[in-house]
């Protein structure tokens, strides 16, 4: 029977996507979708492209993005798995495991970003939030604060966004990578639902 890699799992513990409820958040969706589809055609990920497709948010079910991703990771898997060859020597060992530290650098610096982001977005949306910061703060002028937060808050999401299409594109590699080695495509292609 085929290895399962859940992706999501991975990428959620990586820090680069959210989950709610048990769903996958709408934006993160259409960020993979992008990502993986981009791969799949070789092409580098236009991010101007990606951040409006993001912004204009539409709905994507569940079993539509599911189908989309994992039939995509299956591909970009099978495509892996023939560049490695069979087995996996010293070399590629130790270019996997330099892999791996540096997308879980990314992933922290990442992290730090992402609290900014969620501290800036959640003063900026929540009053009362803004208001218990201030007054611990001992902030004086509250206005002049508040300004100053919605005039940063373009720049950190623009760097945010950035940090996270930056990391979920190398996490994918990886995560295509780590499938390679625990056997995920090991089977013929007729398996291929099993990786779902």
Same mark, same amino acid.
């Given at each position: 029977?085929?290895? =399962?890699?859940?992706?999501?799992? +991975? !990428? $959620?513990?990586? *820090? ?9 958040? +709408? ?11 981009? %791969?799949? =055609? ?6 101007? %492209? ?15 993005? +599911? ?14 798995? $023939?560049?490695? *060859?069979? *087995?996996?020597?010293? *070399? ?21 970003? %992402? ?23 001992? /902030?004086?002028? %509250?206005?002049? !604060? ?29 995560? /295509? ?11 013929? =292609? ?7």
């Amino acid at each position: 029977m085929q290895k =399962k890699l859940d992706c999501i799992a +991975e !990428l $959620q513990k990586l *820090g680069f996507v959210s989950v709610v409820q048990g769903e996958l958040d +709408e934006k993160d969706k259409i960020l993979l979708l992008h990502i993986i589809n981009a %791969k799949l =055609k070789n092409q580098k990920i236009d991010k101007d %492209k990606l951040l409006k497709a993001i912004k204009q948010a539409e709905s994507v079910s569940n079993d539509d993005f +599911e189908t989309a991703f994992y039939d995509a990771y299956n591909t970009l898997g099978e495509r892996k798995k $023939q560049e490695l *060859g069979e *087995g996996e020597k010293l *070399g590629l060992s130790r270019s996997f495991e330099s892999f791996q530290d540096v997308v879980y650098k990314r992933s922290k610096t990442f992290s730090l970003k %992402k609290q900014e982001y969620d501290v800036i977005c959640t003063w900026l949306t929540d009053e009362a939030s803004f208001d218990a910061f201030c007054q611990n703060a001992n /902030v004086a002028n %509250k206005e002049a !604060l508040k300004k100053g937060l919605e005039n940063k808050f373009g720049i950190v999401e623009k760097e945010y966004y950035n940090m996270k299409i930056d990391g979920c594109n190398e996490a994918v590699d990886y995560l /295509v990578w780590m499938g390679v080695r625990v056997g995920c495509f090991d089977e013929s =292609k007729s398996q291929e639902g099993i990786n779902r």
